[in-house]
C-alpha cells in the first residue's frame, strides 16, 4: 500500500503564493512521474503539472510561468510552487504518483485532495 499525503493547501488572495506538498510512503523503491491535478467545482478533473524521476516537466498552459513543479527523488515528496495565483485556480489539488515500484506496492496511486481558494 501507498500513501499519498498532500499539505500546503489553503485561502489566499489573488498574486498570492502557496507551496503544496505531497509526501509519499510505503515500501517503495522508486517512483516514474508524480504529478498534480486539480478539480474545480462543476469542472473535469484536469493536469496541472507533472515531472519524471529524472527532471522533466510538463504544465498545462493555463499555469505555465506561474506554477513549479520540483521533486525530492530520496523522500519521495513532490512540491507545488504557486504563484501570480488567480480566482480560476480554486480547486481541490490531488497529488498523483504513476510507475510506482516497490515491494508488494506498484502502478498508480491518488491523494486525498487539499484546497486551494484564491479570492478575488
Known amino acids: 500500500q501507498v500513501q499519498l499525503v498532500e499539505s500546503g493547501g489553503g485561502l489566499v488572495q489573488a498574486g498570492g503564493s502557496l507551496r503544496l506538498s505531497c509526501a509519499a510512503s510505503g515500501r517503495i523503491l522508486g517512483i516514474n512521474t508524480m504529478g498534480w491535478y486539480r478539480q474545480a467545482p462543476g469542472k473535469q478533473r484536469e493536469l496541472v503539472a507533472r515531472?519524471?524521476?529524472?527532471?522533466?516537466?510538463n504544465y498545462a498552459d493555463s499555469v505555465k510561468g506561474r506554477f513549479t513543479i520540483s521533486r525530492d527523488n530520496a523522500k519521495n515528496t513532490m512540491y507545488l510552487q504557486m504563484n501570480s495565483l488567480k480566482p480560476e485556480d480554486t480547486a481541490v489539488y490531488y497529488c498523483?504518483?504513476?510507475?510506482?515500484?516497490?515491494?508488494?506496492?506498484?502502478?498508480?496511486?491518488w491523494g486525498k485532495g487539499t484546497l486551494v481558494t484564491v479570492s478575488s
Open positions: 515531472i519524471t524521476s529524472g527532471g522533466s516537466t
Open positions: 498523483t504518483v504513476a510507475g510506482v515500484v516497490g515491494i508488494g506496492v506498484g502502478g498508480e496511486y
